[in-house]
């Protein structure tokens, strides 16, 4: 459950809400199953590896939170656009609370855990392409202990 963190540091784990104007991975409703699936799939291939599987919802196919609230990589934007049509808008984040998410990148990276990105001008946690982030272990765990209070409100990282 500890990679679901990277999850929520994707968009990070924008259970905050996530910013800008950016597509998220959540369906506005009714999308296509083999779609959904397709695009989850590219999700786990490009930097997610826990991305999970989409689950029916009030008769709707959607992904689970904190994974809804990721922006997705480039190679798998047009698979979700091509699942669900349009995105509501998500809220802006303060500039404060994306330098916040930034501290806490930089406090991951300063305290054994390097592959943590910094958020870009949205807030969202984008890898590299290609690139996967360990949140297993006791790095991690450890990282995430000394870095406990540069998490921003609502950031919800625990397993």
């Known amino acids: 459950m500890q ?11 924008a259970l905050a809400g ?3 104007s950016a597509p998220s991975a959540r369906p506005s409703s009714g999308a296509d199953h083999d779609k959904i699936v397709e695009a989850s799939r590219c999700m786990r291939e490009h930097g997610f590896p826990d991305f999970p599987d989409p689950i029916q919802d009030d008769g709707y196919w959607v992904i689970p939170p904190p994974a809804s609230e990721l922006t997705p990589p480039p190679e798998c934007l047009r698979l979700f656009q091509g699942a669900k049509g349009n995105p509501p808008p998500r809220r802006a984040l303060p500039t404060e609370e994306v ?4 501290k806490w990148a930089e406090c991951m990276r300063t305290h054994g855990v390097p592959g943590v990105p910094d958020p870009n001008s949205d807030g969202d946690f984008v890898p590299p392409t290609g690139a996967a982030l360990n949140t297993v272990g006791p790095e991690w765990d450890q990282a995430r202990q000394a870095c406990k209070s540069q998490e921003w409100p609502g950031a919800n990282l625990d397993k």
Request: net charge positive; with cysteine.
């Open 3 to 13: 990679r679901m963190v990277l999850l929520a540091v994707a968009a990070l784990l």
């Open 18 to 20: 996530c910013g800008g």
């Open 99 to 102: 330098a916040q998410r930034r």
